[in-house]
């Protein structure tokens, strides 16, 4: 099977570029700002995975996206921090439509996350990207990122690098 892409967007994109770097199967993080269609056409934080489904399946991945970030949330910062998983076209959309009714019950509330068509995507600036990699101990690294990470080496083991 070949490489797939996908976009997940809920927190802040230097978390979602650092938890989906640390995934078996993900070859690539691209970080930055996704902008969908309608209502949810402005810019949110956001990084695009691509990845290998035979090495972690798009449930997993979803499962991963909902429990690093606060996707059950409903706070004032959506549209900066808009909870989304993003599809590339319309076969892929079917396939995010089950594998997230399955993923969602990961979570102990209802999930506001919202699938939706990926129109176009910003890369952030170089300086900024691979941002844990380059600062591991920075205060917000160790704030946000690090407790996202240890969750993940303790719940999903086997599909961490």
């Not at 209502?39 to 399946?57: C, D, L, R, T, Y």
């Not at 921090?81 to 209802?110: G, H, M, P, T």
């Not at 068509?117 to 844990?132: D, G, K, S, T, V």
Request: some cysteine; glycine content about 4%; overall charge neutral.
């Amino acid at each position: 099977m070949t490489e797939q892409k996908i976009g997940f967007g809920g927190g802040c994109h230097w978390c979602t570029e650092a938890v989906f770097q640390s995934i078996i199967g993900v070859s690539k993080v691209a970080q930055g700002w996704i902008a969908s269609e309608d209502k949810n056409m402005s810019f949110s934080q956001a990084g695009i995975v691509s990845f290998n489904p035979e090495n972690i399946s798009l449930k997993a991945l979803i499962e991963i996206h909902l429990l690093t970030h606060a996707s059950a949330a409903n706070h004032s910062f959506r549209k900066k921090y808009r909870s989304a998983i993003y599809y590339v076209d319309q076969e892929q959309k079917s396939a995010v439509e089950v594998a997230f009714s399955e993923a969602k019950f990961v979570l102990d509330e209802n999930s506001i996350t919202k699938i939706l068509p990926l129109c176009e995507f910003r890369l952030n600036e170089e300086e900024f990207l691979n941002y844990y990699q380059k600062r591991p101990n920075a205060p917000f690294c160790q704030t946000y990122i690090s407790p996202k990470l240890e969750m993940l080496r303790q719940r999903y083991t086997k599909q961490l690098n």
